[in-house]
Nanobody
Framework: QVQLVESGGGLVQAGGSLRLSCTVS????????TAWFRRTPGKEREFVAG???SGGDSAKGRFTISRDNAKNTVYLQMNSLQPEDTAVYYC?????????????????WGQGTQVTVSS
């Protein structure tokens, strides 16, 4: 059974930074493409960033996703956070080599970690 556990959320002031971590267990980490999504009340899950099984860093504006296959962990570095970034952030994984922005194609999800950015 594949399990994902996120950590690193919290309260930060606008302009600050946070790094989220997601540790994957119960499977062969290299078999999975991973991604981060976020959700705010009343909205659908929104794709934030993804990274294929082959790894590497992927920067998208203020956010950078990376993974360490030796540690079975994927990270999301978030810089210059703004109040509109406040959300529950979820780690997701799927078998396959391509990143998808569609939440429903991901088979495994973490429980989510709250990120709150104060103005």
């Amino acid at each position: 059974q594949v399990q994902l556990v996120e950590s690193g959320g919290g309260l930060v002031q606008a302009g600050g930074s946070l790094r989220l971590s997601c540790t994957v267990s119960g499977g062969t980490f290299r078999d999975y493409t991973t991604a981060w999504f976020r959700r705010t009340p009343g909205k659908e899950r929104e794709f934030v960033a993804g990274i294929p099984w082959s790894g590497g860093d992927s920067a998208k504006g203020r956010f950078t996703i990376s993974r360490d296959n030796a540690k079975n962990t994927v990270y999301l570095q978030m810089n210059s956070l703004q109040p509109e970034d406040t959300a529950v952030y979820y780690c997701a994984a799927r078998r396959g080599v391509e990143v998808s922005v569609v939440a429903r194609v991901y088979n495994y999800w973490g429980q989510g970690t709250q990120v709150t950015v104060s103005s």
